[in-house]
């Protein structure tokens, strides 16, 4: 096990959804993501069984969960638990911290 890890040098950049890349962090119960959106980038409705803790870093972001719109700025963190439908649309270019759990598998490599 890998206890210590440079994002830049050890983890590959990941395009998971045009607009939206980030380096991704396994561990045996959760995803850990840092992702850049690039402004403009809008994330369709979706769900999925994953609780998901989004933290805004940099940027602003309209984030809507279960039906009800806010826009985060840095420092604001939206839960969404799992199968909750949500949304989002970076008003500006954005970094956001997501923790998934259980783990993403469809986000890991090959």
């Given at each position: 096990?890998?206890?210590?890890?440079?994002?830049?040098?050890?983890?590959?950049?990941q395009?998971?959804?045009p607009?939206?890349?980030?380096?991704?962090?396994?561990?045996?119960?959760?995803?850990?993501?840092?992702?850049?959106?690039a402004?403009?980038?809008?994330?369709p409705?979706?769900?999925?069984?994953?609780?998901?803790?989004?933290?805004?870093?940099?940027?602003?972001f309209?984030?809507?969960?279960?039906?009800?719109?806010?826009?985060?700025?840095?420092?604001d963190?939206?839960?969404?638990?799992?199968n909750v439908?949500?949304?989002?649309?970076?008003?500006?270019?954005?970094?956001i911290?997501?923790?998934?759990?259980?783990?993403?598998?469809?986000?890991?490599?090959?």
């Open positions: 096990m890998q206890y210590y890890l440079n994002k830049e040098q050890d983890l590959p950049l395009e998971v959804y607009g939206i890349t980030g380096h991704l962090i396994h561990t045996e119960r959760c995803t850990i993501a840092d992702f850049r959106i402004a403009g980038t809008e994330l409705s979706h769900h999925h069984p994953h609780e998901q803790t989004s933290t805004v870093l940099e940027g602003r309209l984030f809507e969960v279960g039906g009800i719109e806010r826009i985060c700025e840095a420092g963190v939206a839960v969404i638990p799992g439908p949500h949304r989002g649309t970076a008003l500006t270019d954005c970094r911290m997501d923790v998934f759990s259980p783990v993403r598998e469809d986000y890991k490599l090959g």
